[in-house]
């Protein structure tokens, strides 16, 4: 069993964040379990890489003097799988929010599915979505978007490795990508919808892997509690 002082010299723990947490909620819990079962006043705690409250999988999550290394881990390439629809979009390209826009599918085939993958391959440029945590003159993305304000946002340069598609059940698409830090698998849904002159968005979305870190040796926030001394 690990100790105040593992704790405190740094450790890196793999999390399976659950469904509609966000990724700060995930942090905090931990700290707080943290101090409680150890009786430490202060301890620095942070994740690699930020999931949306709508995605699950992993959190590499930094403790201690292990926090330094954030940055390293944020900047390795990361694995996901999940769930586009076809055939319909919402403005936060996933389901936090409404469909506001239906599109014709008649025209898609598996062949045009599993080959319109091809134009994502290696570099490309990609909008961020507007319900998005980044920053522009100082207020969040979504801030903007909720408050039904316009607001112009830059492309980004990302680079995608593998984009599989693993399996298709009428407009639900299943898949697979291998990507770089900083890109948005929601942005991907919308534009690869974009790309089969019909409309997608994102349903489903789970972080398999960050760089050598692997979901399978995660444990759940229930099982890393349970998992800490008790009084």
Known sequence: ???TDDYLSGQVLLIDKPLHW???QVVNKLRWEIRRAFNIKKIKVGHAGTLDPLAT???VICTGKMTKNI?????QIKEYTGTFVLGSSTPSYDLETEIDHTYPTEH???????NTTDQFIGEILQFPPVFSALKKDGKRLYEFARAGEEVEIPSRQVHISEFEITKINNLEVDFRVICSKGTYIRSLAHDF???LNSGAHLSALRRTKIGDFDVENAV??????K???TE
Do not use: H, N, Y
């Open 1 to 3: 069993m690990l100790s």
């Open 22 to 24: 966000t990724s700060f």
């Open 57 to 59: 999988g992993l959190l």
């Open 71 to 75: 940055d390293s881990f944020q900047a």
């Open 108 to 114: 898609l085939t598996e062949a045009l599915i599993r």
């Open 193 to 195: 919808g974009k790309a």
């Open 220 to 225: 759940s926030v229930e099982e890393f509690i």
């Open 227 to 229: 998992a800490l001394p």
